[in-house]
């Protein structure tokens, strides 16, 4: 059966793509990889595959490429950054390609918001602080749900991840203070994480807004709300706590320690 694999390539250092999807874009006769978030590194490794450049070609004429290599019997990789299921708008290429009786496989990769959590060191999901992450963009030309309004979502007081949205962080400010989140919440801005130009931006909701502009930073960049970032406190995982069995390990008793 005809396939086409939609591979991510991870967060832009090349040293972070699978060793699936390597080998897969070293085998490939056609790739269509999206634009200015790829590096040429990884782009390199297409050794024999005709490229495409997503960025200048609308979903036609990518749909259009991907099916008829296909159909070809060639192998075929639709090469997203980061994961293709983020923000990656394969679902409308996939159901097309399973109207034509062609089969797909997505290869996952490491998106840009953990590469972001590696930047700077921190744990998502803290012990005592939250074990919740949010991830989402503000609204700008694609409509996001208004059941899922920032203010609504910030609520929670868990970690918020955003993406697409950099050039929009003095709405994201109001809506997260309006939700809830106290005005000294730690923010993290981390632009082209992982990258050889990655800059990292710390702030609170206060100040960040204007961190952001002072280093005019404008896109391919993940901000991230929440205490994790820079805790005043939190506690220790259980899993590790002598004192907690699992299946793996018993409790230890006072004479063991
Ligand atoms: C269309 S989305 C694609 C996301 C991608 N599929 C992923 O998993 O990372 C593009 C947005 O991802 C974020 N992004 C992508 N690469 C990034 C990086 N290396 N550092 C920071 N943000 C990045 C930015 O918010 C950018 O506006």
């Given at each position: ?14 040293e972070?793509?699978t ?89 996952p ?74 005005k ?38 993940i ?15 259980r ?7 699992h ?11």
């Open positions: 059966m005809p396939k086409v694999y939609f591979v991510g390539c991870g967060p832009g250092d090349p972070l793509i060793i699936k999807a390597k080998k897969l874009l070293q085998k490939a006769d056609v790739v269509v990889y999206s634009g200015s978030l790829i590096p040429q590194e990884i782009i390199k490794l297409c050794k024999k595959a005709r490229l495409y450049d997503a960025a200048k070609m609308v979903r036609e004429e990518i749909f259009t490429v991907l099916r008829n290599g296909a159909l070809q019997e060639k192998l075929v990789v639709r090469l997203h950054d980061g994961d293709p299921s983020i923000y990656g708008a394969i679902r409308e290429q996939t159901d097309n390609l399973k109207k034509e009786k062609i089969d797909y496989e997505v290869v990769g490491i998106t840009s918001f953990l590469a972001s959590a590696a930047a700077l060191g921190c744990e998502l999901t803290l012990p005592g602080v939250t074990q919740t992450i949010i991830v989402t963009r503000a609204e700008s030309r694609t409509k996001v749900p208004t059941r899922e309004k920032i203010s609504e979502l910030a609520k929670h007081r868990a970690t918020m991840v955003f993406y697409l949205s950099v050039h929009l962080v003095s709405d994201i400010v109001k809506q997260a203070i309006k939700g809830g989140y106290p000294s919440t730690p923010v993290a801005a981390v632009y082209r994480a992982s990258w050889k130009d990655e800059k990292i931006i710390t702030g609170t909701l206060v100040d960040i807004t204007k961190k952001i502009r002072d280093a005019k930073i404008t896109k391919t960049t901000i991230i709300i929440g205490d994790i970032v820079n805790p005043k406190h939190y506690e220790y995982s899993l590790y706590d002598k004192t907690f069995s299946g793996y390990r018993k409790a230890q008793t006072i004479s063991q320690r």
